[in-house]
């Protein structure tokens, strides 16, 4: 369950990294130290790098 709330709070960091600028949603964290676990870390990660494109072969492709 950890892996699957770390997911969905890197899917959604940048937007509430934007929100906290703001200061519009302190209500609730980019990141939720309360499940700070290996799993949740992961999912974490995980969901970041899903969102943003993961960088895979198109980053190493010659031009």
Not at 24 to 39: K, M, S, T
Request: net charge positive.
């Amino acid at each position: 369950m950890d892996f699957l709330w770390g997911l969905w709070n890197g899917a959604t960091s940048l937007g509430l990294l934007v929100l906290h600028v703001f200061n519009v949603w302190e209500r609730f964290p980019v990141y939720n130290v309360a499940r700070d676990g290996g799993w949740y870390q992961f999912g974490f990660i995980f969901g970041i790098l899903c969102m943003g494109g993961g960088g895979g072969r198109a980053s190493g492709r010659k031009r």
